[in-house]
């Protein structure tokens, strides 16, 4: 599996988000956001979690029109692979490559906590070793992860099965407690949570290890 | 040629900000507050010969989230 990692201004996961990568046996290249061409061959798009571009306007509004995420836009029509974690998942919206939005949380508080989620589906390449129903351990932190979107969109994203993560305790206001979406291809994840940051035993946890496992796997072909 | 842009969120979107500071009113006292929304101004001075047209797409792109948000543009010369 070839990975990109996105890195904007106020990015402060990339690197978390590489070693995971690299741990599940990735080939992983950081790029900048001011590049126009991702590398070549890439199989998936990582969009790290942090504070791009201070969170000024909306949380990944700026991040969303850089150059490089043209590029990103592009390797996901072509039907690569794409995962965006806490401010990447924010980029997701933004640019429309996901569906709904993330606003502030229902408390107006910023939390960092470890939650457990529940896996909703085990039908992608991101949570192919999970069963559908497993509860895992990731942390998150953030101050607008509270998802919302239109009826017709959340019909959609149950009836297509879409819907990879729920909170098992809704921290943060999320309609319908969603973690993570897929997008209908099942190719583009997005979860306000950090399973990179639950993928080294050093870290006390590991939850989050069989995300990148399983993408490894399914891409090794790709 | 000056236009103001007013981002609202939409209605039926929760506004924490919002509620919040409806709290904040009724705990100091204000009784007569039935609803808050917190929205943004964006000023943009135009430079001579900018559309409204071109105000509507900035909008459009990057100004609003129209999943969640609304917009109004005010020009002024």
Same mark, same amino acid.
């Given at each position: 599996?070839?990975?990109?990692?996105?890195?904007?201004?106020?990015?402060?996961?990339?690197?978390?988000?590489?070693?995971?990568?690299?741990?599940?046996?990735?080939?992983?290249?950081?790029?900048?956001?001011?590049?126009?061409?991702?590398?070549?061959?890439?199989?998936?798009?990582?969009?790290?979690?942090?504070?791009?571009?201070?969170?000024?306007?909306?949380?990944?509004?700026?991040?969303?029109?850089?150059?490089?995420?043209?590029?990103?836009?592009?390797?996901?029509?072509?039907?690569?692979?794409?995962?965006?974690?806490?401010?990447?998942?924010?980029?997701?919206?933004?640019?429309?490559?996901?569906?709904?939005? +993330?606003?502030?949380?229902?408390?107006?508080?910023?939390?960092?906590?470890?939650?457990?989620?529940?896996?909703?589906?085990?039908?992608?390449?991101?949570?192919?070793?999970?069963?559908?129903? /497993?509860?895992?351990?990731?942390?998150?932190?953030?101050?607008?992860?509270?998802?919302?979107?239109?009826?017709?969109?959340?019909?959609?994203?149950?009836?297509?099965?879409?819907?990879?993560?729920?909170?098992? /305790?809704?921290?943060?206001?999320?309609? /319908?407690?969603?973690?993570?979406?897929?997008?209908?291809?099942?190719?583009?994840?997005?979860?306000?949570?950090?399973?990179?940051?639950?993928? /080294?035993?050093? +870290?006390?946890?590991?939850?989050?290890?069989? +995300?990148?496992?399983?993408?490894?796997?399914? +891409?090794?072909?790709? | 040629?000056?236009?103001? *842009?007013? &981002? $609202?969120?939409?209605?039926? *979107?929760?506004?924490?900000?919002?509620?919040? #500071?409806? $709290?904040?009113? =009724?705990?100091?006292?204000?009784? =007569? &507050?039935?609803? *808050?929304?917190?929205?943004?101004? #964006?000023?943009?001075?135009?430079?001579? =010969?900018?559309?409204?047209?071109? &105000?509507?797409?900035?909008?459009?792109?990057?100004?609003?989230?129209? *999943? #969640?948000? $609304?917009?109004? &543009?005010?020009?002024?010369?």
């Amino acid at each position: 599996m070839k990975a990109a990692v996105l890195v904007f201004p106020g990015s402060n996961c990339d690197r978390d988000m590489a070693v995971a990568l690299r741990a599940a046996g990735a080939e992983v290249r950081m790029v900048w956001h001011k590049e126009s061409a991702l590398p070549g061959g890439v199989d998936l798009v990582a969009v790290p979690g942090g504070f791009s571009f201070g969170d000024y306007l909306r949380c990944g509004a700026i991040a969303a029109q850089s150059p490089i995420c043209r590029e990103l836009r592009a390797h996901v029509d072509r039907g690569g692979f794409a995962l965006g974690v806490c401010n990447g998942f924010q980029v997701l919206t933004e640019t429309r490559i996901l569906p709904g939005a +993330l606003v502030q949380n229902a408390s107006t508080k910023f939390i960092c906590k470890t939650v457990t989620l529940r896996v909703e589906t085990a039908q992608s390449a991101f949570t192919a070793r999970y069963a559908a129903g /497993d509860r895992i351990d990731i942390p998150l932190a953030h101050h607008e992860g509270n998802y919302r979107i239109d009826n017709a969109g959340l019909a959609a994203l149950r009836d297509e099965d879409r819907v990879a993560f729920r909170y098992e /305790d809704t921290p943060n206001g999320a309609l /319908d407690a969603i973690a993570g979406v897929l997008s209908a291809n099942r190719r583009v994840l997005g979860m306000m949570p950090h399973p990179e940051r639950a993928a /080294d035993p050093a +870290l006390g946890l590991t939850d989050g290890s069989a +995300l990148f496992k399983s993408l490894a796997e399914a +891409l090794v072909a790709a | 040629m000056r236009a103001v *842009v007013t &981002v $609202s969120l939409k209605d039926g *979107v929760l506004d924490p900000q919002g509620e919040a #500071i409806k $709290s904040a009113l =009724g705990a100091m006292g204000f009784a =007569g &507050v039935d609803g *808050v929304r917190q929205g943004k101004v #964006i000023e943009l001075d135009l430079a001579p =010969g900018t559309t409204e047209a071109q &105000v509507t797409e900035m909008c459009e792109k990057l100004l609003a989230n129209t *999943v #969640i948000e $609304s917009y109004r &543009v005010d020009l002024t010369p």
